[in-house]
Each structure stands twice: as structure tokens, then as C-alpha cells.
């Protein structure tokens, strides 16, 4: 089974979700429009979430960071969570060019049987060495937080 996932676009518009800006901080807001609908797959103990998360680098940047999704039940658990350099390591961050937009494709396996209307998406950017996660932004450029919660629909 696979959550219908749908975009997470870039720039805070649409429907938001990851926005590089200068210094490498992360733009918050956003929804998954997954609708609530479970999608079946050939095994029924297969469940996952796939979303794809767009990246905008506002200037070069000199450290790789890694990108953290945590899928969270009603209860704010984490049913399945994937940590992960952008791109599942193809594209390193260092090498992103100032303007470019960056497709992160995401698949979280998920317990079997999970409601999609329940889930809640956290996601972010941390360096690895260090641990450190990036701010993430309103639209006006305030920090608000170190993550983006995503709403599932």
C-alpha cells in the first residue's frame, strides 16, 4: 500500500515545503495532499509514505546537509522516518549552484494499515557532522523552528 503522496513544492506558494535560502535555512509551511487515500500494492503489508520534496538553493553552499523526514501518527510517534542526503546521496548539497531546484524523491515505509487522515510529515536539513539542524522560516524570513510540519490530507 503507498499513502498517496503528491508534491511538496518549493517557495512557500503553493504548497510550500523546502526553500533553501541564504545560509542554507529551510522555508516552513506546507501540506501533503494525500487526500486520505491508501493506494494498494501486491503485498498488504507494504505500506509506505512517497512524497517528493523540491529544494531551492538560494547561494552555494559549503557543507552537505542531510535531509530528515519523520512520518508521525495521531499520538506524535514516529510510525517511519528516513534521514538522508538530498536526492538519496546523487546530489550533495555542496554542489547545488545559487537559484537551482532540486527534486528529493521520498518513500518512508509505514506500518501496515495506517490512516493517512492521522499523519502528520516533519521535515528538515542537519548537518551530519555536527548534528546541527538549519532554521526553518516564515514567509517573511523569521525563524520559526528547526523543522517543517506537514500536514497529511
Known amino acids: 500500500k503507498v499513502l498517496a503522496g503528491g508534491k511538496v513544492l518549493a517557495g512557500g506558494k503553493v504548497l510550500a515545503g523546502g526553500k533553501v535560502l541564504a545560509g542554507g535555512e ?13 493506494l494498494a500494492g501486491d503485498d498488504a503489508d507494504d505500506c509506505a509514505l512517497e512524497l ?23 499520538d506524535a510517534r514516529i510510525l517511519g522516518q528516513r534521514d538522508a542526503p538530498p536526492d538519496n546521496g546523487a546530489y550533495p548539497t555542496h554542489r547545488w549552484a545559487a537559484g ?6 521520498v518513500r518512508i515505509p509505514l506500518p501496515a494499515n495506517v490512516s493517512a487522515d492521522s499523519l502528520e510529515v516533519v521535515v528538515g ?14 514567509a517573511e524570513g523569521r525563524p520559526v523552528d528547526d523543522k517543517v510540519v506537514l500536514k497529511v490530507r
Do not use: I, K, N, S
Open 125 to 138: 536539513m542537519y548537518r551530519p557532522d555536527t548534528g546541527q539542524r538549519l532554521p526553518a522560516l516564515d
Open 52 to 74: 517528493t520534496l523540491y529544494w531551492q538553493a538560494q547561494q552555494t553552499m559549503d557543507a552537505d546537509y542531510t535531509v530528515f523526514v519523520h512520518v508521525l501518527g495521531p
Open 100 to 105: 537551482e531546484v532540486v527534486a528529493d524523491p
Open 26 to 38: 529551510v522555508l516552513a509551511g506546507g501540506e501533503v495532499p494525500a487526500g486520505g487515500e491508501v
